[in-house]
């Protein structure tokens, strides 16, 4: 039997938990793995590459970038066969990528070539697709471009958050990964190229990106909501000049008054530039969450949100 090929990894978050988690149970050869140093500012609801790696006694790198001549030197010394890349945060230079003689693949979060670029998964729900999924595919000098190897599609419910959904695409990439690894190990991955006139790229999101623009409609309003309530930073307005987070909502029928004037209290309802939004559990900024039904503070029928 021939030897296996030598892998490096790339990977964070919990899809490149599942995915090395895959490669180790397979017995595949893994000669390191790359990941991030956890940010102290981030909330890490996500599982440990890292941790992983070491447990089974996997070298792990966490450099600032890998793409210093210090550390693009002792990659081609490392040799590897093989690179994947699942939810790594760093571009990875073309020098590094021409490395492994069965190449270089990215797990990218979309049904590519949609949702391109970073937080693929938050995006689909801000602008409420009702799917989404995962794509392996070959990397290329360009974020996200490569030719397709497979993908698998995940639904998303009316109801899902952005967590939700990210739990169905970790399973799904795994899954991916486990019908294709035989293909890219005999280097007869398939190749099936992306149509750039169907693609969509989306940046980075901040946490004031969640600033609830009470115009828009109660449908938009409601799927920002979901795209960034809990882990995420979550979606907020302004009362009297304290913010007031909103994790929980329900979009509904047409509204009485200018967008952002709290219609009732019970419920607790706010009138949009189409529809009305109820709001179902809210924060102010420093307290803890509560359920509408507990409305404290200043809120009142009339009053106006936002700026």
Known sequence: MSERPAILVFAYHNVGYECLDFL??????IIGVFSHVDDEKETIWFRSVAALARQHGIPVYTPESPN????????????????????????????????????????????????????????????????????????VKRADAGDIVD?????????????????????AGRKVLERSIDAIKAGTAPRTKQDDSQATTFGGRKPEDGRIDWT???????????????PYPGAFTEVNGM??????????GRGEGRPGMVMSIDPLRVATGSGSLEITSYQWEGDHEEAADDVTHDLRAGIMLGR
Not at 110 to 138: D, F, Q
């Open 24 to 29: 180790i149970t397979a017995g595949e050869k």
């Open 68 to 139: 210093s001549p210090v550390w693009k030197a002792r990659i081609r010394t490392m040799a590897p066969d093989l690179i994947f890349s699942f939810y790594y945060r760093n571009m990875i230079s073309e020098e590094i990528l021409a490395v492994p003689r069965l190449g270089a693949f990215n797990m990218h979060g979309s049904l590519l070539p949609k949702y391109r670029g970073r937080v693929p998964i938050n995006w689909a729900i801000v602008h409420g697709e009702k799917e989404s999924g995962v794509t392996l595919h070959h990397m």
């Open 151 to 171: 993908q698998e599609a995940v639904s998303i419910g009316p109801e899902d958050t952005a967590q939700d959904v990210f739990n169905k695409v970790t399973l």
């Open 216 to 230: 828009k409609s109660a449908e938009s309003i409601y799927n920002l909501i979901r795209a960034v309530t809990h």
């Open 243 to 252: 913010r007031l987070f909103i994790w929980q909502a329900k979009p509904l």
